[in-house]
């Protein structure tokens, strides 16, 4: 009977096993067999070893100024979407009419396809005649070059990715509505107030779905690429500005053919966000709440 089942359980899931070998484990082990290589994606492959690895480190400006606009938007810009899409959730947890609708107008904006809504912002961040340039013009404010702008193309990324906070909002909104009603009544009991209970109930009872957007933000900010190819055609100006990680390797391995170059940058990216997902486990995965806790 055993046997059986056993039997039966790899028979329902071997669909699934026949697609991750083929299309996520095997490409896997085949680029990392291909970042040791100079190699086209036409003819053979040459075996160079470690050579590109020594080129990323050593050799490609392009390859630091990537990692650290990657890096700036995942520093700013995760947090600041955990606190928007958090705050979001719970102004949306109160019990007011037509909440429904107000839920619906705040998700919406994270089904809009990427491209669409780049190319949405762009008109708004148009220096001339954008809508945030005549804001401040309105107010007397000064204006800025936004996306064409050294220093404000990033800022202004992170500004737009802010337009998806909906999506993160919808799993808050689940944990709020999680949270056991009892606690507050005790608390209340005990003379806390709307600060108490929410720093000392509301964050701690969420505080499994906050980590959970935490690192789901962290891997999505590390593969940033759509919004910064719309918004700089595809160069990744102004002055490699807006040349983020993923964008550069896609640059390598499809508008340079360097498959061994793109293979080795997709290797170090894979790392990195290991790395960085491993410390997060290991600082707040002891400190978040699970309902099965005893």
């Known amino acids: 009977m055993n046997k059986s089942r056993t039997l039966l359980f790899y028979l329902f899931i071997l669909p699934w096993l026949i ?32 050579e590109n690895y020594k080129k990323l480190f050593t050799e490609d400006p392009l390859f630091w100024q990537s990692l650290w606009n990657t890096f700036f938007y995942t520093i700013v810009g995760v947090p600041l ?7 979001l959730a719970v102004l949306l947890n109160t019990k007011v009419r037509f909440m429904g609708v107000f839920r619906t107008i705040f998700y919406l904006p994270s089904l809009v396809p990427t491209v669409a809504s780049s190319l ?14 005549s804001i401040l013009s309105f107010f007397h404010l000064p204006t800025s070059n936004w996306l064409l702008s050294e220093s404000m193309v990033k800022p202004t990324l992170i500004i737009m990715s802010l337009w998806g906070a909906g999506g993160g909002m919808v ?29 000392n109930i509301t964050i701690p009872m969420t505080s499994n779905v906050i980590f959970f957007n935490l690192i789901m ?5 590390f593969q940033i690429f759509t919004q910064a190819y719309v918004v700089s055609s595809g160069n990744g100006g102004p002055n490699y500005k807006s040349l983020f990680y993923v964008f550069y390797l896609y640059q390598d391995a499809f508008k ?12 170090i990216l894979f790392i990195i966000i290991l790395v960085f997902t491993l410390i997060q486990f290991k600082v707040f995965g002891k400190k978040v709440y699970y309902e099965y806790d005893e």
Not at 180 to 193: I, V
């Open 256 to 267: 340079f053919f360097k498959m061994g170059y793109a293979s080795a940058l997709a290797w």
């Open 171 to 199: 799993i808050y909104l689940a944990g709020l509505q999680s949270v056991p009603a009892s606690l507050y009544e005790a608390a209340e009991l005990d003379g806390a107030g709307k600060f108490h209970k929410f720093w």
């Open 120 to 133: 949405l912002w762009i008109l708004i961040f148009q220096p001339d005649f954008g809508i945030a340039n």
């Open 81 to 87: 979407g955990l606190v928007v899409g958090y705050l």
């Open 217 to 221: 933000g962290l891997i999505g900010s």
């Open 19 to 50: 697609g991750f070998f083929v299309f996520t484990a095997g490409p896997m082990v085949y680029s990392l067999y291909m970042s040791f290589t100079d190699y086209s994606g036409l003819g053979a492959a040459n075996w160079v070893g470690l």
